[in-house]
């Protein structure tokens, strides 16, 4: 009965995109010090503990007894950073025995620092990594974004409303949302400037995340939420909605994408196909050929990418997303490797 309780009692482990946790800077603590911290993210997860699926792009031993691992692990929005040490030891082990790049899932606990220069830093303390695969990867991004995409729509129902404290956690909670999220929406309103801008950076985020593996494996987004991996009891429940957020999403964005091409009229000559692809793509291309399995130089990247045209400037920012979505690593400095 005691096992039983402290099962129940676990805190709840959240499905995140890196983009928004990454932009989470509200930490709150409550009780006393055995109580859980928590990180406050924008779209109101009261988060302690998060679920994460990625490609390890980068595993380094930063500890000077060689018992601290630092790892990047990249999702299609951006990249978590993941420590590991003596309070972790068999997480630390698979880190340092780990052939880089790989898919893993971990679950683990949010962590704050912050430096006396005022600045927050947030990373993930894993308190279990196992190997995955693209599969297991893309149904947690389908799940994450349809996840992420009914925190908005509370977020918007309350910043909609006018109301504030208890009457909007009350409010909140008869929409469907969880006491738990009710309670990180209201801070959330509370802490956080320029929601309106925040929304839209995180909406986009979401689309281009689901775009990213619906056009690499095939997934489609009606999928979301109808099939659940095994063994994710502790992870967070979704709320019942007749609504489908994700496709709605997804289907206003090509809404949005046709009128802007009926705006531009194509120039003569120029076929659909013969188009100039985004830089980002034509690098992850030029990567792509050039990489044979043993990497291939930044520099010959960088010269080859501006023969093609690409300014300089086009060039990093489209290595540094490259990298953030795991699509690409550096396995040492100045050395470029495709995934």
């Known amino acids: 009965m005691e096992k039983a309780e402290k099962i129940m009692d676990r805190e709840i482990a959240w499905r995140i995109f890196a983009h928004e946790f990454n932009r989470s800077n509200l930490h709150i603590s409550e009780g006393d010090e055995r109580a859980p911290n928590y990180i406050i993210t924008p779209t109101g997860v009261k ?14 031993n930063i500890g000077k007894d060689n018992n601290l691992w630092r790892a990047r692990v ?13 309070y972790q030891p068999e997480a630390a082990i698979f880190l340092a025995e780990l052939q880089v790049p790989a898919y893993v899932a971990i679950v683990g606990k949010a962590r704050k620092y912050e430096p006396e220069d005022g600045s927050v830093y947030i990373s993930v303390r894993p308190e279990e990594i196992n190997t995955a695969d693209e599969k297991q990867r893309d ?43 009710a309670d990180g929406v209201v801070r959330a309103l509370q802490h956080y400037k320029d929601l309106d801008k925040i929304r839209l950076e995180l909406k986009n985020a979401v689309i281009h995340a689901v775009k990213t593996i619906t056009t690499d494996s095939g997934v489609r987004e009606q999928a ?23 496709e709605q999403e997804l289907k206003m964005e090509e809404i949005k994408e046709e009128k802007e091409e009926a705006r531009s009229p194509q120039e003569p000559g120029i076929t659909e196909t013969e188009k100039t ?5 034509a690098i992850a291309a030029i990567i792509d050929k ?31 997303e490259l990298m953030d979505e795991g699509r690409c690593y550096e396995p040492k400095i100045g050395v470029l490797r495709k995934v």
């Open 139 to 181: 149904r947690w991004v389908l799940d994450t974004a349809e996840r992420t995409l009914e925190r908005i729509k509370f977020m918007e129902e309350a910043m909609n409303s006018g109301l504030s404290g208890n009457e909007l956690r009350e409010f909140l909670q008869k929409k469907g949302a969880s006491p738990l999220l």
């Open 277 to 281: 692809p985004e830089p980002k793509e």
């Open 290 to 320: 050039l990489d044979t399995g043993k990497g291939i130089s930044y520099s010959s990247v960088v010269e080859t990418a501006m023969n093609a045209g690409i300014n300089p400037e086009s060039v990093e920012t489209g290595i540094k």
């Open 74 to 86: 990249a999702d299609p929005t951006g990249v978590f950073t993941v420590y590991a040490g003596q």
């Open 47 to 60: 988060c302690n503990r998060l679920f994460i699926v990625g490609v390890v792009t980068e595993v380094e």
């Open 224 to 246: 979301v939420g109808k099939e659940q991996a095994a063994g994710t009891q502790a992870t967070e429940n979704p709320q019942d909605s007749s609504e489908e957020p994700l």
